[in-house]
């Protein structure tokens, strides 16, 4: 929840500073002849990462039901919550009917469908998908709501999920490189 509540940030902030920004200009020459304004380029990656995290999201969310366990109590439990967060996962369903083949041929898959080598042999396509910055507050109010409704229900997740939590137990491991040594590297062996 944090990640996508910290891409909505970055975003809304690009947002309101998009006339700045768009006066800025690129020194990279094959980013300059993509034509993009500056803030376009810094809004897309976000908006596609965004679209990933709302459907691993939900892909989570599904494996969060009764069927998997023969706890009578957990399964009452974990009913009552589906219960109450049905009505959010229905409206996502109905409102972005296209978000799952979107993240999977767009944002995750650089427009390759499962089915074909690439969805450009097919023309072009339209998807249903959170796009106006007022998409992603809904679906990031949705999310809210179904965690803090998991989190009444079992109040360990509040403790399992805070980010003190999750920050003690991954570690990065940390090392320096030098671009021009690295390209050499990759220049004689390629």
């Known amino acids: 929840m944090t990640q996508i509540n910290n891409n909505l940030h970055t975003l809304n902030a690009i947002l309101e500073k998009e006339s700045y920004l768009n006066k800025l200009k690129f020194t990279d020459e094959t980013v300059r ?24 999201f939900l892909d989570e969310y599904k ?33 972005w009917k296209d978000l799952h083949k979107f993240r999977n041929i767009v944002s995750a898959h650089y427009f390759r469908d499962k089915n074909k080598d690439s969805i450009f042999e097919n023309g072009t396509f339209e998807y ?52 021009e040594k690295e390209k050499q590297l990759i220049d004689l062996n390629m």
């Not at 039901?65 to 369903?93: A, C, P, Q, V």
Request: with cysteine; aromatic share 16%.
């Open 33 to 56: 002849l993509e034509t993009k304004s500056f803030s376009a380029a810094l809004k897309e990656p976000i908006i596609h990462l965004l679209h990933i995290r709302y459907k691993s």
């Open 128 to 179: 249903s998908i959170p796009y106006y910055f007022v998409d992603h507050k809904i679906i990031f109010y949705i999310f809210e709501k179904m965690y803090k409704n998991i989190c009444s229900e079992f109040i360990e997740c509040e403790k399992t999920f805070s980010n003190e939590t999750l920050e003690a137990k991954i570690t990065f491991k940390k090392r320096i490189l030098f671009f």
């Open 63 to 95: 494996f969060f039901n009764i069927s998997k366990t023969m706890d009578l109590d957990l399964s009452l439990r974990i009913e009552k919550i589906r219960k109450l967060n049905s009505f959010g996962t229905t409206y996502i369903e109905n409102k």
